[in-house]
């Protein structure tokens, strides 16, 4: 049971969580691994290394039944729980930060006037400087 409550979080998690075929599919690998490492130090530790029928038997029934019976309600009602809290958090600090989202667009429209401006004042210096530049080699040709 256990091992499929450990699955059920996975599955929480990819709920909440939007996976990729790919992500899900490392998910799974790493806990099918992870969980053939537990079953089989279970079975190294109780039946002193033999691996009986029964042993087996009773692990796939055990998750069968969970899954069956249990993990379809754990897994759907906790998710939309989770679901509402996240929710609800946000909410709240949507509004605990909308004071400062407000101030940062101010300065965000404040650097782009300032930013608009120091453009002008760049193209308006270019053409002085380049009006300088032909009045000086003017100067320089004509001596």
């Known amino acids: ?69 249990i993990s379809r309600h754990t897994v759907r009602y906790i998710a939309y729980i989770l679901k509402k809290v996240i929710w609800f958090v946000q909410k709240i600090c949507g509004f605990v930060l909308k004071p400062f989202q407000k101030a940062a667009k101010k300065v965000a429209n404040g650097s782009s006037i300032l930013a608009g401006k120091g453009r002008k004042f760049k193209k308006s210096l270019n053409k002085r400087l380049k009006r300088a530049g032909k009045l000086i080699k003017i100067g320089i040709v004509k001596k």
């Open 1 to 69: 049971m256990i091992l499929v409550l450990v699955y059920d979080c996975l599955r929480i998690l990819r709920r909440l969580v939007r996976h990729g075929v790919i992500w899900i599919s490392m998910e799974d690998l790493c806990y099918w691994i992870f969980t053939a490492f537990i079953i089989f130090a279970m079975l190294y530790q109780k039946n002193d290394g033999l691996i009986r029928g029964f042993s087996i038997g009773g692990i796939v029934l055990g998750m069968f039944l969970y899954n069956q019976y």
